[in-house]
């Protein structure tokens, strides 16, 4: 498995930073949302799947470090809104994208807050790699630019249209 | 209208180069089919029954000359030389080559136009009412509000995976012509003492199950449209199901929770985006309307001129397309001209690329250069002004433009059904085009008064049978073409479903069936009784009775 995460620590959930990636054995999977519930001391990580109700851990966001999310087909977005209502909650941690997502989809992933992405080959980590390297321009803010464009437009007069 | 500023450009050029790049990656098998579908999806490609179908975005209807002709050039270079108006209003090209559509989105977006959002599982393009900024009975003009509304959708990165597609529709009429009420969201804008508010209605829709939205939230400050709208649309991304593609859309969602519990999840996610800075800026619904100001309008008097008085009265065919092809305008001397695509022998909403530069060229010589395409396929010149309408009438007849038939029985929604889609039942465009024929007396139309039929071939809906006050329906019945026929639909603010007549009937029927529909109504009518009011008061039986009696 290939792994691309974020090298910076970041302050601001809404900062994005450069990725490297790195060929470093996965580590262990973090514990299901089920198992942490039960789980007495809790662990600092957690993964989420589609469909789960995640509210148990909006008061302990500041305790985690890792939130993984699985998105166990590429069409199913519901992980999109899992990240960017975890960051606006203000989690500021790694948050991974697992699973079946393709790398068509990374811009978003990553405007949605996902900083780290657990690839299935070196070749797509690094398609993925160069794609985030390139600056695009969009209308909304997210995580990497927090206003969005109407805020930041730099109006032209009418004439120079 | 709207112009792009190089912001604008730069968002449509990354995604042409974008596209380029992921339809070469298809072409080359580094993609693979199912990856590939719902990125072309996203940008109005859709594979169907004979080649590609290319949808281009008309964002809520409004469209320049320059970009009609750019239109009618693509149609002639990468397709067959005509176009298709949608009753989403936007326009079609049923021929491209899948290798050439990135050629074609290049092209469309030198004239700031796209297919980005057009299909797929996303927020589609964003209607309203077509006469937006020139009808009467208007709290504001939508416009605006819709362009603020398109950028926040362009390639939102939360949305473009949903569980289904999302429409959203604008009015700010007392009469409804966006459909408010039959799509995902509805929006309905009024002025109120502390600014621009809105009611938001949810959950409505055609297709398989057809459903009149509900009042979501009244009242709601225009500025927090965009942070409500993300709310509404994030619980819909979280919890509508993602099991059957038929109960997918948010609508089968607010009915299964509730309104009211729909509507609670909806508050903690607003919750989260209330004063922030989703909040739209004072400064950008000025920058944004600037582009919607009115054109330089002549002084007129509202009186219709005597050389105008006189053609009238003198020339009966240009009498009757006035009466109704066009309609009064809020600017006195001013009429707004409806150019109908219905005419006989084509397929309702079909265009020819030289009809397509023509009205382009009509448009800048009589209205201001822009023009609009509406939700019933039809094209709008909507600045003419009255004492230029006999020039422009014989322009559009020698077109083949000028047919009068707005709002009668000739005007019908029609979707492309069995010649072209591959989803179809049964086709639609024969059926249309066999009852065009059947009642080519234009007299007997007339008399008939304002009726709305409406065709789709399957239950997905596109021709919007529901909501006609005659719907017909393609069925298959044993692997054999069948049509089902409904009653008493109808759009606007008394929405409502038509209701089924009884047993289908075999598509050589339907003309029949249809004139003994018509003939029930012209002998019961009282006076001036329209169509659907007829029906209202006397009921569907006797249309029954009329139908069935003699078929068994
Ligand atoms: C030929 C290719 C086409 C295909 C494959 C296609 C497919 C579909 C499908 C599958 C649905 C149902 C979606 C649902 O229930 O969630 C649908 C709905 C719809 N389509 Fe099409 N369609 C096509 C052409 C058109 C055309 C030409 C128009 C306009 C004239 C159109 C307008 C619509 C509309 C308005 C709906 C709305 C139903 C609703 O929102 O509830 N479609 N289409
Ligand atoms: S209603 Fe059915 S037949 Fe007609 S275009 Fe839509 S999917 Fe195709």
């Given at each position: 498995?290939?792994?691309?995460?974020?090298?910076?620590?970041?302050?601001d959930?809404?900062?994005?930073?450069?990725?490297t990636?790195?060929?470093?054995?996965?580590?262990?999977?973090?514990?299901?949302l089920?198992d942490?519930?039960?789980?007495?001391?809790?662990?600092?990580?957690?993964?989420?799947?589609?469909?789960?109700?995640?509210?148990?851990?909006?008061?302990?966001?500041?305790?985690?470090?890792?939130?993984?999310?699985?998105?166990?087909?590429?069409?199913?977005?519901?992980?999109?809104?899992?990240?960017?209502?975890?960051?606006?909650?203000?989690?500021?941690?790694?948050?991974?994208?697992?699973?079946a997502?393709?790398?068509?989809?990374?811009?978003?992933?990553s405007?949605?807050?996902?900083?780290?992405?657990?690839f299935?080959?070196?070749?797509?980590?690094?398609?993925?790699?160069?794609?985030?390297?390139?600056?695009?321009?969009?209308?909304?803010g997210?995580?990497?630019?927090?206003?969005?464009?109407?805020?930041r437009?730099?109006?032209?007069?009418?004439?120079?249209? | 209208?709207?112009?792009?500023?190089?912001?604008?450009?730069?968002?449509?050029?990354?995604?042409?180069?974008?596209?380029?790049?992921?339809?070469?990656?298809?072409?080359?098998?580094?993609?693979?089919?199912?990856?590939?579908q719902?990125?072309?999806?996203q940008?109005?490609l859709?594979?169907?029954?004979?080649?590609?179908?290319?949808?281009?975005?008309?964002?809520?209807?409004?469209?320049?000359?320059?970009?009609?002709?750019?239109?009618?050039?693509?149609?002639?270079?990468?397709?067959?030389?005509?176009?298709?108006?949608?009753?989403?209003?936007?326009?079609?090209?049923?021929?491209?080559?899948?290798e050439?559509?990135p050629?074609?989105?290049?092209?469309?977006?030198?004239?700031?136009?796209?297919?980005?959002?057009?299909?797929?599982?996303?927020?589609?393009?964003?209607?309203?009412?077509?006469?937006?900024?020139?009808?009467?009975?208007?709290?504001?003009?939508?416009?605006?509000?819709?362009?603020?509304?398109?950028?926040?959708?362009?390639?939102?990165?939360?949305?473009?995976?949903?569980?289904?597609?999302?429409?959203?529709?604008?009015?700010?009429?007392?009469?409804?012509?966006?459909?408010?009420?039959?799509?995902?969201?509805?929006?309905?804008?009024?002025?109120?003492?502390?600014?621009?508010?809105?009611?938001?209605?949810?959950?409505?829709?055609?297709?398989?199950?057809?459903?009149?939205?509900?009042?979501?939230?009244?009242?709601?400050p225009?500025?927090?449209?965009?942070?409500?709208?993300?709310?509404?649309?994030?619980?819909?991304?979280?919890?509508?199901?993602?099991?059957?593609?038929?109960?997918?859309r948010?609508?089968?969602?607010?009915?299964a929770?509730?309104?009211?519990?729909?509507?609670?999840?909806?508050?903690?996610q607003?919750?989260?985006?209330?004063?922030?800075?989703l909040?739209?800026?004072?400064?950008?619904?000025?920058?944004?309307?600037?582009?919607?100001?009115?054109?330089?309008?002549?002084?007129?008097?509202?009186?219709?001129?005597?050389?105008?008085?006189?053609?009238?009265?003198?020339?009966?065919?240009?009498?009757?397309?006035?009466?109704?092809?066009t309609?009064?305008?809020?600017?006195?001397?001013?009429?707004?001209?409806?150019?109908?695509l219905?005419?006989?022998?084509?397929?309702?909403?079909?265009?020819?690329h030289?009809?397509?530069?023509?009205?382009?060229?009509?448009?800048?010589?009589?209205?201001?250069?822009?023009?609009?395409?509406?939700?019933?396929?039809?094209?709008?010149?909507?600045?003419?002004?009255?004492?230029?309408?006999?020039?422009?009438w014989?322009?559009?007849?020698?077109?083949?433009?000028?047919?009068?038939?707005?709002?009668?029985?000739?005007?019908?929604?029609?979707?492309?059904?069995?010649?072209?889609?591959?989803?179809?039942?049964?086709?639609?465009?024969?059926?249309?085009?066999?009852?065009?024929?059947?009642?080519?007396?234009?007299?007997?139309?007339?008399?008939?008064?304002?009726?709305?039929?409406?065709?789709?071939?399957?239950?997905?809906?596109?021709?919007?049978?529901?909501?006609?006050?005659?719907?017909?329906?393609?069925?298959?019945?044993?692997?054999?073409?069948?049509?089902?026929?409904?009653?008493?639909?109808?759009?606007?603010?008394?929405?409502?479903?038509?209701?089924?007549?009884?047993?289908?009937?075999?598509?050589e029927?339907?003309?029949?069936?249809?004139?003994?529909?018509?003939?029930?109504?012209?002998?019961?009518?009282?006076?001036?009784?329209?169509?659907?009011?007829?029906?209202?008061?006397?009921?569907?039986?006797?249309?029954?009775?009329?139908?069935?009696?003699?078929?068994?």
């Amino acid at each position: 498995m290939q792994h691309l995460t974020s090298t910076e620590t970041h302050t601001d959930p809404y900062q994005f930073s450069v990725f490297t990636p790195s060929t470093t054995e996965p580590h262990a999977a973090a514990p299901g949302l089920r198992d942490w519930i039960d789980a007495d001391i809790k662990p600092s990580r957690v993964t989420i799947a589609p469909g789960e109700d995640f509210a148990v851990l909006f008061d302990q966001l500041h305790k985690l470090q890792a939130i993984e999310i699985q998105f166990p087909v590429f069409t199913d977005g519901r992980g999109f809104s899992t990240a960017r209502e975890l960051r606006e909650r203000g989690y500021t941690g790694t948050l991974q994208a697992t699973g079946a997502f393709i790398t068509d989809q990374i811009e978003y992933l990553s405007r949605c807050g996902f900083n780290a992405f657990e690839f299935q080959s070196a070749s797509h980590a690094k398609v993925a790699q160069v794609r985030l390297a390139q600056a695009r321009e969009v209308y909304q803010g997210d995580a990497r630019q927090p206003l969005p464009l109407f805020r930041r437009r730099i109006s032209q007069t009418r004439e120079t249209l | 209208m709207y112009q792009y500023d190089h912001y604008d450009q730069a968002i449509v050029d990354q995604r042409v180069a974008q596209f380029k790049d992921q339809t070469q990656r298809f072409l080359r098998g580094e993609l693979s089919a199912d990856e590939y579908q719902p990125l072309r999806l996203q940008n109005g490609l859709y594979i169907q029954r004979h080649a590609p179908m290319l949808r281009i975005a008309v964002p809520y209807g409004m469209i320049s000359s320059d970009q009609l002709r750019a239109v009618a050039e693509i149609t002639r270079k990468y397709d067959r030389g005509y176009a298709h108006i949608s009753t989403r209003q936007n326009i079609q090209i049923n021929w491209p080559e899948l290798e050439r559509v990135p050629d074609i989105l290049a092209d469309l977006s030198r004239v700031q136009m796209h297919a980005i959002q057009t299909s797929g599982n996303c927020i589609r393009n964003i209607t309203t009412d077509q006469f937006a900024g020139v009808i009467d009975g208007e709290q504001l003009d939508p416009r605006p509000y819709c362009e603020i509304l398109r950028q926040w959708s362009t390639l939102h990165p939360e949305f473009a995976f949903l569980p289904r597609k999302f429409k959203i529709a604008i009015s700010s009429n007392t009469t409804d012509r966006a459909a408010i009420l039959a799509h995902d969201v509805g929006i309905e804008l009024k002025r109120a003492s502390k600014g621009v508010v809105a009611d938001i209605y949810v959950g409505g829709g055609l297709g398989r199950t057809p459903i009149i939205g509900s009042l979501l939230k009244a009242n709601l400050p225009a500025e927090d449209l965009i942070g409500y709208l993300e709310a509404v649309i994030r619980v819909y991304n979280q919890f509508g199901r993602r099991d059957n593609k038929y109960k997918a859309r948010i609508k089968i969602l607010a009915k299964a929770m509730g309104i009211e519990a729909f509507g609670a999840k909806v508050d903690v996610q607003w919750a989260l985006k209330k004063q922030s800075d989703l909040q739209i800026t004072e400064s950008e619904v000025e920058r944004v309307s600037a582009y919607f100001s009115a054109p330089d309008y002549q002084n007129f008097d509202a009186e219709l001129p005597s050389n105008l008085q006189s053609r009238l009265s003198e020339n009966r065919l240009f009498a009757r397309w006035f009466e109704k092809n066009t309609l009064t305008h809020r600017q006195p001397g001013y009429r707004i001209v409806n150019v109908a695509l219905k005419s006989a022998g084509i397929a309702p909403g079909d265009i020819t690329h030289t009809q397509l530069d023509a009205l382009a060229q009509l448009a800048d010589r009589f209205s201001f250069g822009e023009l609009r395409t509406t939700h019933q396929q039809n094209i709008v010149l909507a600045d003419v002004a009255q004492n230029q309408l006999y020039e422009l009438w014989l322009a559009l007849q020698m077109h083949e433009l000028a047919a009068p038939v707005i709002g009668t029985l000739h005007d019908m929604i029609c979707c492309p059904g069995g010649d072209f889609c591959s989803l179809a039942n049964a086709k639609s465009i024969p059926i249309a085009q066999a009852i065009q024929a059947r009642f080519d007396d234009l007299d007997y139309v007339y008399d008939l008064g304002p009726i709305e039929l409406n065709i789709s071939g399957c239950m997905n809906a596109c021709g919007h049978h529901h909501i006609g006050h005659i719907g017909i329906l393609g069925v298959d019945k044993k692997g054999r073409e069948f049509y089902q026929v409904a009653l008493g639909g109808r759009q606007g603010r008394e929405a409502s479903i038509g209701k089924i007549l009884g047993p289908s009937f075999g598509a050589e029927d339907m003309p029949d069936v249809i004139a003994k529909i018509l003939d029930v109504y012209v002998s019961q009518r009282l006076d001036e009784e329209t169509f659907i009011h007829t029906y209202d008061r006397i009921g569907i039986d006797p249309f029954k009775e009329a139908v069935y009696a003699t078929s068994h």
